[in-house]
């Protein structure tokens, strides 16, 4: 893997983002090593396993390859995703893809309108043993490594606020104890953008939790055909586990230490300060937008950048990431007004405005 400097300019510096401390455990110290000989090795350490994850991947997900870079940028980025697409597209069968090829035990809810919060977080149940009652703990679905959240836009705003607590701490609380759920911990959910009937739109709190939003389209002909002659056939190739629980969470420790400089710091400030309606300089953005990112889009930016340089072998980020990512970064961040709306005017079209201000 071939290191680079020249996206490295004048002094490099860390920006940590989340605390240390939701990556850390076994593997924080490793965050405080800055040693440039140690990161080169590490990431070419890395680049190793990252291939092996593809092609395991690309054993069963054929196809749609800049959602499975993006996903794994999320997983990189210790980080959550919204994967958006009609039905049909393969989500599914990418998260439990990824649960077999990463080692994360996997679990999955479906979203209902009648789902509580106890079927995912868990319950108190009362037991009775020699006469004496106590109360006994049921951990639900989420306490898990890796869990789908299928058709989340389904369940009702009290259920969908179950998540909140453990999409940003990592615990939960049932009766005022608080528990711990594994490590590491990433929750993919799946939206389904054109049956919005009986649905209920997830809450700007909750969406921005998510590093990415990811949009699946679908296949090009090619994947299409592939996919069709491997998975009717007599038996499928199941995909083989390329990486374990605790080399993701190494990983997640190495992208905190990937330097950045000045030059994608001040790309990820403009862009992000840019589409705010009450900083920004552009008279579309203080006309069209309602509310814009917030500090939690630039750290997601700013880790979602480390994340794909080392996946395309590159010691430090270029402002080229943070064209690539923008879109994913930032389209569940802000909101267009209602005026914008009636106009015809589309979130992606502002955020390629503020992109093209970076060039």
């Known amino acids: 893997m071939a290191a680079t400097d020249q996206n490295v300019e004048g002094k490099s510096r860390m920006s940590l983002g989340m605390a240390p401390a939701q990556l850390g455990g076994a ?14 090795a590490d990431v070419e350490t890395l680049g190793t396993r990252i291939a092996k994850v593809r092609a395991a991947i690309g054993q ?3 196809g749609q390859d800049e959602v499975i870079d993006q996903t794994l940028i999320t997983l990189l980025s210790g980080g959550h995703v919204l994967l958006v697409g009609v039905p049909g597209l393969g989500k599914s069968r990418l998260v439990e893809t990824l649960g077999v090829v990463l080692g994360l035990a996997t679990k999955r ?4 309108p009648d789902l509580m919060p106890a079927d995912i977080v ?21 306490f898990c490594q890796l869990l789908m959240a299928d058709e989340i836009n389904r369940a009702s705003p009290r259920t969908q606020s179950a998540l909140l607590q453990a999409m940003q701490e990592q615990r939960v609380a049932i009766g005022g104890v608080e528990h711990r759920l594994p490590r590491p911990f990433h929750v993919l959910a799946t939206q389904n953008p054109i049956e919005q009937e009986g649905t209920y739109p997830l809450p700007e709190a909750q969406l921005d939790r998510f590093l990415l939003e990811v949009v699946v389209g679908y296949p090009e002909l090619a994947a299409e055909r592939t996919m069709l002659l491997a998975t009717t056939g007599v038996a499928e ?15 997640q420790a190495l992208i905190r230490r990937v330097p950045v400089g000045e030059k994608v710091l001040d790309a990820i400030l403009s862009l992000v300060r840019g589409g705010r309606p009450d900083t920004a300089e552009d008279e579309t953005v203080r006309r069209h937008v309602a509310w814009g990112p ?9 880790l979602a ?3 794909r340089a080392l996946l395309a072998g590159r010691l430090s980020p270029s402002v080229d990431d943070v064209v690539a990512l923008a879109r994913p970064v930032l389209r569940h961040r802000m909101a267009l007004s209602f005026s ?9 079209d502002v955020i390629d405005r503020l992109v093209a201000k970076l060039a």
Do not use: H, K, Y
Request: charged share 20%; hydrophobic share 45%; proline share 8%.
């Open 27 to 40: 593997n924080a110290g490793i965050v405080s090593s800055m040693d440039p000989s140690a990161i080169v």
């Open 60 to 62: 069963a997900i054929f």
């Open 109 to 112: 809810v479906q979203f209902t």
């Open 122 to 142: 868990g319950s108190e149940v009362l037991d009775e043993t020699d006469g004496r009652r106590s109360f006994r703990f049921v951990p639900g679905p989420v």
């Open 237 to 251: 190739t199941p995909p083989s586990q390329a990486m374990t629980a605790d080399e993701l969470l190494a990983a």
């Open 294 to 302: 917030g500090p939690r889009a630039a750290q997601a930016l700013m």
């Open 305 to 307: 950048c480390r994340a």
């Open 340 to 348: 914008a709306r009636a106009d015809g005017v589309l979130l992606d």
